[in-house]
């Protein structure tokens, strides 16, 4: 047990910013350019955690319980979490509304602390941040409502359990496609990336997630591109389980299946970003609106 | 239950204890705040009994008509009690440091003489088995209600939101009187209230809908809640602690009373409920976000998560009808727990704005500004309650909310076609939170984070001893709950038999309903270790740096305080985002020309159905009243005999036949 769980969080430590790294390979191949490394999210990693802080004379403890925050919400989110063939670390009746509480609690801090900079850019990042945010949740309850009623259990691990399978060939499957494509909305909208909001753009009034950490230095900004890395993964492995519920039977096939699947998803998100352009902001809350309809459409239909 | 009742008269006569001590040295109010913890202190032995087998019982004869001095403690109304009591002596104890009667000598006496009695009267409401009994204490509550919200009288807002709330009372106490009038007709003992799960009356519906109408006007369901923003505003914050996380509940303590009398449960009550709960709740956050007045937006959100008890209480109506037992357990569970826990977040929340308060000397949130480092505890305190009212673990809010996702989920599992629709329960939680967790990231960031906006927000100090105290024990009984919620369960547990008439609870043990509760501590301990030791790891890494560079201007080198976003600017896109339904009104704001002239934006958002439904149609009729009056009382005596000779008239040919 205690063997599962330390491999548990060690493959998600280890492993959580490769995922970037792909993404940034595949944005550069549909761009024409070599691009970055494959491990350059390591190599960032490692020389912020080198590097001193600065602080603005304004700021006060609010400002470094964000990053806390954020980087820890993941970790304690993936123990919710059924990875691969590993079984859920800590699983009770109701622990998906845990899951999904657990990353408004790092969403609170994270806007808290770019309000503490008292800058008006990172103020205008925080409310755009929670905006979008409150409408992505309805579409994740949809969802767990639609996976509830597919596995008649309450728990993340029940959820996304064997059951999938024949839940894929059953007449509910269309439901779950639509599942699949709500969860994969929310993934971007929650991760920040394009069409909803771009990670590369520090500089636009245009983007949200990015903006609001635009004060962090060193460490600190270290730990919020890790907690960002660590939370594609977590919300990742969700999409991924739906879309590859593949049981070998066997703990490392099965590990295997997860891992090329989260890589997979990383080359989806690349595509997804180098074939479309980044929504108007208004735009955003109509496209979110829209998706929440579709998740109800989706529950409709496994009701039936 | 002798001592129970000592402890009663003692918090109900405290305040007198103001009119003798000296005025100078506040002697007689922190007299009255003694009595107040000596009463506080009598009644918790009566309530550590609460899950003893037998039930605590006074019954006395009452020279009343159709009256009986009946009280009984069970555990539905201890879970009402608990939070109360707590509430009611920390709020006296922070009231010695923030309406101390020297700097107040016009009005602390009264203030201290009606927040005593209000306590008792509310005890007395939450016992009572009988409906003169607590119809009685009622009134004598709303009245002392009405003392506390008038406190500051020489101030014409404040005045009016008194009177609008003594209206409001008082139309729903006149339903009151219906309703128990008619649960009265037909049984025998009259007044006295049927045991659990035992009455049916063909008026049945009707009763419902005059309590639903006289408890949701006092607990603030959403068409109803019209009093409730301005009097909480206009109340001392103490005694705004108290109406908001103790007095609206006794609505709610109603209800659920008074649900549990029906042997049978119609199904479009617990629907009705549903659709009032979700109604309070998103709207009650949406007008929250609009507010700029920080006492204002705490009070939406008390109709907020009054929506969220409704929400739990609708459920396990439902649960009921359709013969869910785990349905009923969890709702009701939820409801109950939420109803404690909005007592004590709501009241940190109003005594932490208090501080602010105290400390800046105006309640506009966007005076405010830099407040962390002037107010560090009242901040840390603050931040506390907003997590906890978010519904975030590892607080308390978490714990309640949870329970009412569950249920809702819960009806995955139902064959009936028609429950499914309470599954858009979830959702609907899903939205007020993320809601609420914009609003007090507004609320929070703005007030506390960044620089000040006004010299009197760079001047702002730190609250006494006195005050920050209450403070920090309603934030550490708000992680208590939070961390350990399986030390309630048996409480919620035996409250959800006894309302359904049951004598034996469901099991906690593996499979019951609660049971997950423990498992949800040891994640939020999990949390709170996690978090603990990696800020303590970030902090001491980060203790060399270089603190006197200004923010990241993205270039602008001179910024100003006034640069900053605000709460009005944080809060506009989600109010844009709901303006179908808060019709928003703004001015000013577009500097047009290469060099503009001084602008200036002010927003504004009417109560919706106070000042857009209520008020133009009573003045409408008082308008046509008005006319009618004029019209008959018109000073012409030749009129006026004129009446006279034709009330005779009708008269003679009504009596003789």
């Given amino acids: 047990?205690?063997?599962?769980?330390?491999?548990?969080?060690?493959?998600?430590?280890?492993?959580?910013?490769?995922?970037?790294?792909?993404?940034?390979?595949?944005?550069?191949?549909?761009?024409?350019?070599?691009?970055?490394?494959?491990?350059?999210?390591?190599?960032?990693?490692?020389?912020?955690?080198?590097?001193?802080?600065?602080?603005?004379?304004?700021?006060?403890?609010?400002?470094?319980?964000?990053?806390?925050?954020?980087?820890?919400?993941?970790?304690?989110?993936?123990?919710?979490?059924?990875?691969?063939?590993?079984?859920?670390?800590?699983?009770?009746?109701?622990?998906?509304?845990?899951?999904?509480?657990?990353?408004?609690?790092?969403?609170?801090?994270?806007?808290?602390?770019?309000?503490?900079?008292?800058?008006?850019?990172?103020?205008?990042?925080?409310?755009?941040?929670?905006?979008?945010?409150?409408?992505?949740?309805?579409?994740?309850?949809?969802?767990?409502?639609?996976?509830?009623?597919?596995?008649?259990?309450?728990?993340?691990?029940?959820?996304?359990?064997?059951?999938?399978?024949?839940?894929?060939?059953?007449?509910?499957?269309?439901?779950?496609?639509?599942?699949l494509v709500c969860l994969f909305v929310v993934l971007l909208?929650?991760?920040?990336?394009?069409?909803?909001?771009?990670?590369?753009?520090?500089?636009?009034?245009?983007?949200?997630?990015?903006?609001?950490?635009?004060?962090?230095?060193?460490?600190?900004?270290?730990?919020?591109?890790?907690?960002?890395?660590?939370?594609?993964?977590?919300?990742?492995?969700?999409?991924?389980?739906?879309?590859?519920?593949?049981?070998?039977?066997?703990?490392?096939?099965?590990?295997?299946?997860?891992?090329?699947?989260?890589?997979?998803?990383?080359?989806?998100?690349?595509?997804?970003e180098s074939t479309m352009a980044r929504l108007r902001l208004p735009r955003v809350p109509q496209v979110l609106v829209g998706t929440s309809l579709l998740s109800v459409f989706a529950l409709v239909l496994a009701l039936r | 239950m002798i001592w129970l009742l000592c402890g009663i008269v003692l918090m109900g006569v405290s305040g007198l204890a103001g009119l003798i001590g000296s005025r100078a040295r506040d002697g007689g109010q922190k007299l009255a705040c003694a009595l107040i913890l000596v009463g506080v202190t009598l009644c918790l032995p009566a309530l550590l009994k609460v899950l003893a087998p037998t039930a605590t019982v006074i019954n006395w004869r009452w020279a009343v008509p159709g009256g009986q001095f009946l009280l009984e403690l069970d555990a539905i109304s201890a879970a009402f009690i608990l939070p109360l009591l707590l509430v009611v002596a920390l709020g006296a104890i922070y009231g010695l440091g923030y309406w101390r009667h020297r700097e107040h000598p016009a009005n602390a006496t009264k203030l201290q003489i009606f927040y005593g009695l209000i306590s008792a009267a509310m005890i007395v409401l939450l016992l009572a088995r009988n409906s003169l009994l607590f119809l009685m204490a009622w009134e004598v509550m709303a009245l002392a209600g009405y003392f506390l919200i008038t406190t500051e009288d020489h101030k014409p807002e404040v005045c009016r939101a008194g009177f609008i709330y003594l209206i409001a009372t008082h139309s729903g106490t006149l339903a009151l009187f219906g309703a128990f009038a008619l649960l009265g007709t037909g049984q025998p003992g009259a007044l006295s209230w049927p045991a659990a799960a035992s009455f049916s009356s063909p008026q049945a519906g009707l009763i419902f809908i005059l309590a639903l109408f006289g408890f949701g006007m006092k607990a603030g369901l959403m068409p109803l809640h019209i009093w409730l923003p301005g009097a909480h505003a206009a109340a001392p914050s103490h005694a705004s602690a108290l109406l908001s996380g103790v007095m609206i509940k006794t609505g709610i303590y109603g209800l659920v009373r008074l649900t549990s009398f029906f042997a049978e449960i119609p199904a479009w009550w617990g629907w009705t409920l549903l659709l009032l709960g979700v109604v309070s709740g998103i709207f009650g956050v949406a007008l929250a976000i609009a507010q700029h007045d920080i006492k204002r937006l705490l009070a939406y959100h008390s109709v907020e998560n009054i929506g969220i008890i409704a929400l739990g209480l609708g459920l396990a109506l439902l649960g009921r009808s359709y013969n869910q037992p785990t349905l009923v357990v969890l709702g009701l569970a939820g409801c109950l727990l939420h109803v404690a826990n909005h007592g004590l977040f709501k009241s940190l929340l109003f005594l932490s704005a208090g501080s602010m308060i105290h400390g800046v000397g105006t309640r506009e949130i966007d005076q405010y500004g830099g407040l962390l480092k002037r107010q560090p505890l009242t901040g840390l305190f603050f931040l506390g309650g907003a997590v906890a009212i978010c519904g975030l673990p590892p607080f308390n809010g978490f714990i309640s909310e949870w329970l009412i996702y569950l249920a809702?989920?819960?009806?995955?599992?139902?064959?009936?076609?028609?429950?499914?629709?309470?599954?858009?329960?979830?959702?609907?939680?899903?939205?007020?939170?993320?809601?609420?967790?914009?609003?007090?990231?507004?609320?929070?960031?703005?007030?506390?984070?960044?620089?000040?906006?006004?010299?009197?927000?760079?001047?702002?100090?730190?609250?006494?001893?006195?005050?920050?105290?209450?403070?920090?024990?309603?934030?550490?009984?708000?992680?208590?709950?939070?961390?350990?919620?399986?030390?309630?369960?048996?409480?919620?547990?035996?409250?959800?038999?006894?309302?359904?008439?049951?004598?034996?609870?469901?099991?906690?043990?593996?499979?019951?309903?609660?049971?997950?509760?423990?498992?949800?501590?040891?994640?939020?301990?999990?949390?709170?270790?996690?978090?603990?030791?990696?800020?303590?790891?970030?902090?001491?890494?980060?203790?060399?740096?270089?603190?006197?560079?200004?923010?990241?201007?993205?270039?602008?080198?001179?910024?100003?305080?006034?640069?900053?976003?605000?709460?009005?600017?944080?809060?506009?896109?989600?109010?844009?985002?709901?303006?179908?339904?808060?019709?928003?009104?703004?001015?000013?704001?577009?500097?047009?020309?290469?060099?503009?002239?001084?602008?200036?934006?002010?927003?504004?958002?009417?109560?919706?159905?106070?000042?857009?439904l209520f008020s133009p149609a009573f003045q409408g009729a008082a308008w046509l009243m008005h006319g009618v009056r004029r019209l008959i009382q018109n000073g012409v005596a030749a009129i006026y005999l004129l009446y006279s000779a034709l009330t005779l008239l009708v008269l003679l040919a009504l009596l003789t036949r």
């Fill in chain 2, 408 to 612: 809702s989920f819960k009806v995955l599992n139902s064959p009936s076609g028609v429950l499914s629709l309470s599954l858009l329960t979830a959702p609907a939680l899903a939205l007020i939170g993320g809601l609420a967790l914009a609003c007090f990231v507004k609320v929070f960031g703005i007030s506390f984070g960044g620089e000040p906006r006004t010299a009197a927000a760079a001047s702002a100090h730190e609250a006494p001893a006195t005050m920050l105290w209450p403070m920090g024990i309603f934030l550490l009984a708000c992680a208590f709950i939070g961390l350990l919620p399986s030390q309630l369960a048996p409480l919620l547990n035996r409250a959800a038999a006894q309302w359904q008439g049951q004598d034996h609870p469901l099991p906690l043990s593996l499979g019951g309903p609660l049971a997950p509760l423990a498992a949800i501590s040891l994640a939020g301990w999990i949390l709170v270790v996690l978090l603990a030791l990696v800020f303590w790891r970030l902090r001491r890494c980060s203790q060399g740096a270089r603190r006197d560079l200004g923010t990241w201007g993205c270039g602008y080198p001179f910024p100003s305080p006034k640069m900053q976003y605000t709460a009005s600017s944080f809060g506009d896109s989600l109010v844009r985002l709901f303006n179908f339904g808060l019709w928003s009104k703004r001015h000013g704001g577009r500097p047009d020309g290469l060099f503009p002239a001084t602008s200036s934006f002010e927003s504004h958002t009417p109560d919706l159905f106070l000042d857009r």
């Fill in chain 1, 1 to 179: 047990m205690i063997g599962r769980i330390v491999l548990q969080l060690l493959i998600l430590l280890m492993f959580a910013p490769l995922p970037l790294g792909v993404i940034n390979k595949t944005k550069a191949l549909f761009a024409g350019r070599i691009g970055p490394p494959l491990l350059q999210p390591y190599y960032d990693l490692a020389r912020l955690w080198r590097k001193g802080f600065v602080f603005s004379r304004t700021t006060t403890w609010v400002f470094l319980a964000g990053p806390v925050v954020g980087l820890v919400v993941p970790v304690l989110a993936c123990l919710l979490l059924p990875f691969g063939g590993l079984p859920a670390p800590i699983s009770f009746h109701g622990d998906l509304i845990l899951f999904v509480y657990l990353f408004g609690l790092s969403r609170f801090f994270t806007a808290a602390a770019a309000l503490d900079t008292g800058s008006s850019f990172e103020g205008m990042g925080a409310v755009r941040e929670v905006t979008f945010s409150c409408l992505a949740e309805p579409i994740v309850l949809f969802c767990l409502l639609v996976l509830a009623h597919g596995a008649d259990s309450l728990t993340l691990g029940g959820l996304l359990g064997p059951q999938l399978t024949s839940f894929w060939h059953s007449p509910h499957a269309a439901s779950l496609g639509i599942v």
């Fill in chain 1, 189 to 272: 909208v929650e991760n920040s990336r394009i069409p909803f909001d771009d990670p590369n753009t520090h500089l636009e009034l245009t983007m949200i997630h990015e903006v609001m950490v635009l004060d962090h230095s060193g460490p600190a900004l270290g730990m919020i591109l890790y907690g960002a890395a660590m939370k594609l993964v977590v919300l990742g492995a969700l999409v991924v389980r739906l879309a590859l519920p593949l049981q070998t039977g066997w703990l490392i096939g099965d590990l295997l299946v997860f891992l090329v699947g989260i890589l997979l998803l990383a080359v989806v998100i690349g595509v997804v």
